[in-house]
């Protein structure tokens, strides 16, 4: 299983623990162009400091770097640099950097040593624990991908204050979906609380807490032929609305807030869910400045998108709901008809 490091200012220790792991020659480190200015390039300096050999490579920001194109380009650049099997791809930033570099450490030379050093709150406590790796096709979100787990992800904290707050409150939709899924004393506590109590001290709390339910569940399936597929919660109309927005108009976290209102409607609907267990979640996401609702898009891009959602099986979509906060299922008997009206209910007048 991959070494998780989970701290704040803990990049020092990344380097011994490259050295716990073997990890020796060159490091070629892809990194979010963003938060390569907005850190100076913290990463590359205390690895240099180090003694380590290191080459960046910067991909534009944003989902829609995350392609079969844009991974080409970083072969390409690798094929330059000589990289050889036994060096290492270190991926710097968010969850779309971490899915491209793993994508690529996966598949170049038929797999080189992958390390992730997220630093965004989605993807500290989501996409960079568990090795599923991928990039898009205008189809849909994470069509082409891998299960290639780091050897090590250190995650940082410290990172998180270089966030906007849009973005540290959409990382927040994955610790409230989190909760929702595995941990609801976790739930009762962020209802307590608003955005301005997202401090360091308090995310110091809640990112080892989310990063182990997720380790607990990867180790369960790490293929996710299974209990896995809980962790999509929310997911399967956020991917769909991401993909029909073609990536550019809702953050990871925003998209997933709006699909887990949709979810929480189907699953009252289908009497799995009670009425007050629905407010207490519809509230939450408001609570944090979530978006309930989507504009912009034709609902029946939204439901054409979701027929090609991975975990779909013999056909039929396999829904994430609630039966309570903290108990979730796998529900593959969602009537179309119902779909079609949340995803239109979602829809902002």
Request: net charge negative; hydrophobic share 45%.
């Amino acid at each position: 299983m991959e070494e998780a490091l989970v701290g704040r200012d803990i990049l020092p220790d990344l380097a011994s623990a490259l050295a716990r792991h073997g990890i020796d020659g060159r490091l070629f480190i892809i990194a979010d162009e963003r938060v390569a200015q907005h850190t100076q390039n913290k990463l590359a300096r205390t690895l240099a400091n180090e003694g380590c050999s290191v080459a960046t490579y910067l991909v534009p920001s944003g989902e829609a770097s995350k392609n079969l194109r844009e991974a080409e380009r970083i072969y390409h650049w690798l094929a330059e640099q000589r990289a050889e099997r036994k060096e290492t791809i270190l991926a710097f930033g968010g969850g779309v950097v971490g899915d491209l570099a793993g994508f690529v450490a996966a598949t170049y030379l038929r797999g080189m040593p992958l390390v992730q050093v997220p630093t965004t709150l989605v993807a500290q406590i989501d996409s960079s624990i568990g090795g599923k790796v991928a990039v898009d096709l205008p189809e849909g979100k994470n069509l082409v991908g891998a299960f290639y787990p780091a050897l090590i992800t250190c995650i940082d904290i410290s990172f998180l204050e270089t966030l906007t707050q849009r973005d540290l409150l959409a990382g927040w939709a994955e610790v409230i979906k989190t909760a929702l899924l595995f941990d609801a004393p976790l739930f009762a506590e962020i209802a307590k609380r608003g955005p301005a109590d997202l401090t360091p001290d308090f995310l110091l709390e809640v990112v080892p807490r989310c990063v182990g339910w997720k380790q607990k569940v990867v180790a369960e399936d790490p293929k996710e032929q299974g209990i896995r597929a809980l962790l999509n919660y929310g997911h399967t109309i956020g991917h769909a609305l991401e993909a029909a927005t073609g990536y550019q108009t809702y953050l990871h976290g925003e998209a997933v807030a709006i699909g887990m209102h949709g979810a929480a409607r189907i699953a009252r609907e289908l009497g799995l869910l009670g009425q007050d267990a629905f407010e207490m979640q519809q509230a939450v996401i408001a609570q944090y400045a979530l978006p309930p609702q989507y504009t912009a898009v034709d609902p029946a891009a939204i439901e054409e998108a979701i027929t090609l959602d991975k975990k779909n099986l013999q056909g039929k979509v396999r829904w994430i709901l609630l039966e309570e906060i903290g108990t979730p299922r796998i529900e593959s008997d969602v009537p179309q008809t119902l779909v079609r009206q949340v995803i239109h209910e979602l829809r902002a007048s």
